[in-house]
């Protein structure tokens, strides 16, 4: 299997010598977006409307056999073609079709989200997968995958497999593991903006964020901003920056609330949250994940006016565009109520 992590993906694209295929997963999904962010940025902007394709497994133009007929595609400009194949657990890790005891309720619900069609016929795609052309590169974005399943160990096999694992997965050994890596991660992170994090510090960072890797990258993003113009980020920037996580129930009544469209349930827990000091990017990290992870297996036609309402809101914090409180409390309306 080979394994490529973010730095040596950094190398690949910016000598513009991609792979043909890519397999990302695992539930950090701002490092994921960042990988993605990466491949797309080798196409020329004015090339990408006709050599980049995003499209979501299981939709309209996201069928295995679209996908494989997308990338075989000669490319019209440039000498490569880019597919991006988001919410590809569909393929790798489908739910099971319902069975037919559990009722029809639950049978229609699984005909509504597409799964049983999803998984059907993947033969169009383990074939191309098996033999990917040279002309394209194909990238599976999946926050889960089922190794045991033919095309998952194709891709395993053939593609170049990155892994963004969170912070709170697997065994005691195997989280203390993770967040180590988080940890070492943020650091380089911080370097490439010519800043030093001492040890104590970065070990309270990654502490604070409890088990949320979306706490940790927004943490670590406002410790930045913060800390611009010095060289050094000691633990008391920390304490300025991050707040101490608390327990999982509490960090997730808000999102679901959102989940559970109750608007008032969810202000009040927003009102929570924010009282106790917590931070906003935090928040907003989170809802982020939720809509990303969990709104796009229930409802996939609400994702995309989702993620433009939280990018509104990010820009807005970030430019200091309205009262804080006042543009979650906004989201979190919006979120739960269309």
């Not at 650091?187 to 409890?210: F, H, N, P, Y």
């Amino acid at each position: 299997m080979p394994t490529l992590n973010l730095d040596g993906l950094r190398k690949q694209t910016a000598a513009r010598r991609l792979e043909r295929l890519y397999l990302m997963t695992g539930d950090d999904v701002r490092r994921i977006d960042d990988a993605v962010s990466l491949i797309e940025a080798t196409i020329d902007p004015g090339d990408q409307p006709f050599a980049l394709e995003r499209v979501y497994a299981g939709d309209p133009g996201g069928s295995p056999i679209a996908i494989a007929d997308s990338a075989r595609a000669l490319p019209m400009l440039g000498d490569r073609r880019v597919v991006i194949v988001m919410r590809a657990e569909r393929f790798l890790k489908p739910k099971r079709a319902a069975k037919a005891e559990e009722g029809a309720a639950e049978a229609e619900d699984a005909a509504k989200d597409g799964e049983a069609a999803v998984a059907s016929d993947l033969t169009p795609l383990e074939k191309y997968v098996e033999e990917p052309v040279s002309s394209a590169t194909v990238v599976f974005v999946a926050a889960d995958i089922d190794r045991t399943r033919r095309l998952t160990k194709l891709l395993l096999q053939k593609a170049h497999v990155l892994e963004f694992s969170g912070l709170d997965e697997g065994k005691p050994a195997e989280r203390s593991e993770a967040r180590q890596a988080a940890g070492r991660q943020v650091k380089e992170d911080l370097q490439r903006l010519g800043r030093t994090i001492d040890q104590k510090a970065l070990t309270a960072l990654v502490e604070r964020a409890g088990g949320d890797i979306s706490k940790l990258r927004d943490d670590a993003e406002r410790l930045a901003l913060y800390t611009e113009g010095q060289k050094a980020i000691s633990l008391a920037d920390v304490d300025e920056v991050a707040s101490v996580a608390t327990d999982v129930e509490d960090e997730w009544a808000v999102v679901n609330a959102i989940a559970d469209g109750d608007a008032a349930r969810a202000l009040r827990e927003v009102d929570l949250r924010l009282d106790r000091g917590d931070s906003v990017f935090a928040l907003v990290g989170q809802i982020r994940w939720w809509v990303s992870m969990r709104l796009s297996e229930r409802a996939p036609n609400r994702v995309k006016k989702a993620l433009e309402a939280i990018l509104r809101t990010d820009l807005a914090l970030k430019s200091s565009g309205g009262d804080p409180r006042v543009l979650v409390e906004r989201l979190v309306v919006e979120l739960t109520l269309t």
